[in-house]
């Protein structure tokens, strides 16, 4: 029987709570032990990037790097999400970064300026790699819900660069590290298509047409490695979506990991999530991933939670 792809339930993706009375969190953030930098400016609104480097890192350095963007359904979010996976990769030899990046509830856009914003930090990223130590044919995109779309869209979507970046530099990764991502936004042939009919408001979020910013249509060979994790009982971004696009991946002669975990639903990967059995799983095999592409090496660190 097919599997329905629940186009709908896009509209459902996770955002902070927010309780009455309750403060919310300072913007941008503070993120102690990491570098700040500002990759772009629009009007008076500076996005950054908050940059993690091993101990005893140099300028002179080409170590790999990996850029993370946080999910809230490109309404919301923190660039504090990742917080811990960049701790934890800097402490094995990565530079690592959280990425900031314009969401409708902080800076009124729709999610293809949020592709925008990813892409141009994978730009100024490697266009400052020298003065950064960091090696610019290392460097991996990962996040999660939306920030995993986002991430994906660097490697994917041919549309939706900033007219005010340096085109001639890449904004492609090298390696994806994807934690239930949005891969498809627009029907498959041969899937069910029931729930997109019911969906009035997907378009008006991406502010564009769904299909151009649908990383699974745009993909083609010669994608970069990659893995993707995500739960069997996910209902906010159906895992059918993750095995599609496992599956054209290796049709089309990539490499692709996906690590399906039961009964586990959207979020499930996060720091601090039921009893962190979780997140240390998945930062144990994204540290096994990376070590398989040469990034990492050595033995893995004691995975912390708290």
Known sequence: ?????????????????????????????????????????????????????????????????????????????????????CEYLAARGMVAVAADYRVSSRHGVTANHCVEDAKSAMRWLRKHSERLGIDPNRIVASGGSAGGHLAAATATLPLYDDAKDDLSVSARPNALVLFNPVLVLSPVPGESESSISANTNLKERMGVDPETMSPYHHMKPGMPPTIIFHGKADHTVPYRTAELYWEKMIAQGDQCVLVGYENADHGFFNNGRDDNAYYIDTVNKMDTFLVSLGYIRGVKNTVHSD
């Open 1 to 85: 029987m097919k599997m329905i792809i629940k186009f709908g339930q896009f509209l459902l993706l996770t955002l902070p709570a927010i309780v009455i009375g309750q403060q919310l969190p300072a913007y941008p953030p503070t993120i102690s032990g990491a570098q700040v930098e500002t990759y772009k400016t629009i009007g008076d609104v500076e996005m950054r990037l908050w940059i993690f480097t091993p101990d005893g890192h140099h300028s002179d350095d080409h170590s790999p790097a990996i850029v993370f963007f946080f999910g809230g359904g490109w309404r919301g979010g923190s660039p504090t999400h990742f917080t811990k996976h």
